[in-house]
């Protein structure tokens, strides 16, 4: 899940009337700008995730990265995307639909406690290793607990259909109300400042 920086209207208004000098540096800043622009959305992402996903892990917050321009001759576009592995799971918060069944996936109970970001402990090895538990049997419906009065407690129950998801995580829409105004916010002054620097070194010499 990728977005694409690339805002190309917002110079327009910052860039009339500028002179020779002042012209030649729209690319520098812009490329500055957009790698700005970029790193800010990824930062945003990370510290307000909290708001749209339920307990979003170190992983996931962290799985937020982002691509600038390497260059002022590189084309003057930016990324912010996530990490392949966390895609695979997130996109069900920020598209919604329906999450294929899969035989073997199992769910808690309100017998059993999560970890703190309310997931299945173990959850990968969660069958090999009741599979060998004391006191603890698999049946088509699930993983139980056998207690000594003879009784048995459901701890994990199947998946048995695919889930439906609703969209709760609006994370293109967010970025692209956000970035223009992050981009106003640093063009005009990256701008300004290359034209400073230009100026200082052509007096210097350095540069004719």
Avoid: C, W
């Avoid at 708001?51 to 691509?67: F, G, I, Q």
């Avoid at 321009?69 to 996530?82: C, E, M, S, T, W």
């Amino acid at each position: 899940m990728t977005i694409k920086i690339d805002v190309k209207s917002n110079i327009k208004q910052f860039t009339k009337g500028l002179n020779k000098l002042g012209r030649s540096q729209i690319p520098f800043a812009t490329n500055k700008t957009i790698g700005n622009t970029a790193f800010r959305l990824m930062t945003v992402t990370k510290e307000t995730m909290g708001k749209y996903v339920d307990r979003p892990t170190r992983l996931t917050k962290n799985s937020v990265r982002y691509e600038a321009p390497k260059n002022k001759k590189a084309l003057p576009i930016g990324y912010v995307y996530f990490s392949e592995l966390v895609s695979k799971y997130l996109k069900y918060s920020i598209y919604g639909g329906m999450r294929p069944f899969k035989k073997g996936r199992v769910l808690p109970t309100r017998n059993i406690s999560t970890n703190a970001f309310g997931n299945v402990r173990n959850h990968r090895n969660i069958i090999t290793t009741m599979k060998n538990k004391k006191n603890h049997f698999i049946n088509s419906t699930g993983i139980f607990k056998r207690f000594k009065n003879g009784t048995n407690k459901l701890l994990y129950i199947f998946e048995t259909r695919a889930v439906k998801y609703k969209k709760t995580f609006p994370f293109f829409e967010r970025m692209n109300l956000i970035a223009p105004k992050v981009f106003d916010h640093h063009f005009k002054k990256n701008l300004q400042k290359a034209i400073d620097n230009t100026k200082e070194l052509i007096a210097k010499g350095v540069l004719r």
